[in-house]
């Protein structure tokens, strides 16, 4: 089973603040991810690491920030909340440097976040 | 361009077989995933495939045709525990996933 824990579960927060969403994972894999999921729609991906001091952006990266200063740990962080932020924020990681059948996605239970 | 096309919604019935189908466009093609999904829940791996050709495990399966761009993941014994999004991903050529929609299954009694 996978070990990756997203906190907070829920957050309600006003428009204009900064928060971090805080993701770990105690498999040892190299690749994180962030991803953002509304009802019925696709996940996007927000941002990505290879590893320690490694971060990409993904598609809709250009609100927010990541960090990747230890194998484990990958936070996000958006600098000033918005209403359009509100949606569900997910997590996860896989081995190595490509994707194959030996190395699915894991995903945390992920963040919901409103912003009002 | 890149693109992930997946019914929106299935209804079956417990015990029976349901097919999930997906299509997708693009170059660069590296593999195709399928994801279960429920309700408030984060996905879990399903199925990976890279060749053509179907892949069974236990009562899901996964069929991949490379040349027309077409996958689908099948079901068998419905559950009423399988009543959940199945989402459709495809790996492409850096490794990166494009999803789609995902498919809400619904199982009745």
């Known amino acids: 089973e996978a070990d990756i824990y997203q906190t907070p579960r829920y957050l309600v927060i006003g428009t204009g603040k900064k928060i971090t969403l805080e993701c770990s994972q105690t498999m040892g894999h190299d690749k994180m991810y962030w991803y953002q999921q509304d009802p019925g729609m696709e996940l996007h991906l927000i941002h990505y690491?290879?590893?320690?001091?490694?971060?990409e952006k993904g598609d809709l990266s250009s609100e927010s920030t990541v960090s990747r200063i230890r194998t484990e740990h990958f936070p996000l962080t958006l600098e000033s909340a918005r209403p359009s932020h509100t949606s569900q924020y997910l997590c996860a990681s896989s081995e190595g440097q490509g994707s194959s059948y030996n190395s699915p996605l894991h995903f945390g239970n992920g963040t919901r976040l409103t912003v009002t | 361009g890149q693109n992930i096309d997946q019914p929106t919604e299935m209804t079956a019935t417990e015990g029976a077989i349901v097919q999930i189908n997906c299509t997708y466009q693009t170059s660069g093609f590296n593999g195709l995933f399928w994801y279960q999904q429920h309700a408030g829940e984060a996905p879990t791996f399903l199925s990976y495939?890279?060749l053509d050709g179907l892949e069974e495990k236990g009562r899901f399966s996964s069929f991949l045709s490379r040349s027309k761009g077409y996958s689908y993941l099948l079901l068998k014994e419905l559950q009423m525990k399988d009543s959940a999004s199945y989402l459709c991903a495809e790996e492409d050529s850096n490794y990166q996933l494009i999803w789609g929609a995902g498919t809400k299954l619904i199982i009745k009694p």
């Open positions: 690491s290879y590893g320690v001091n490694s971060t």
């Open positions: 495939n890279v």
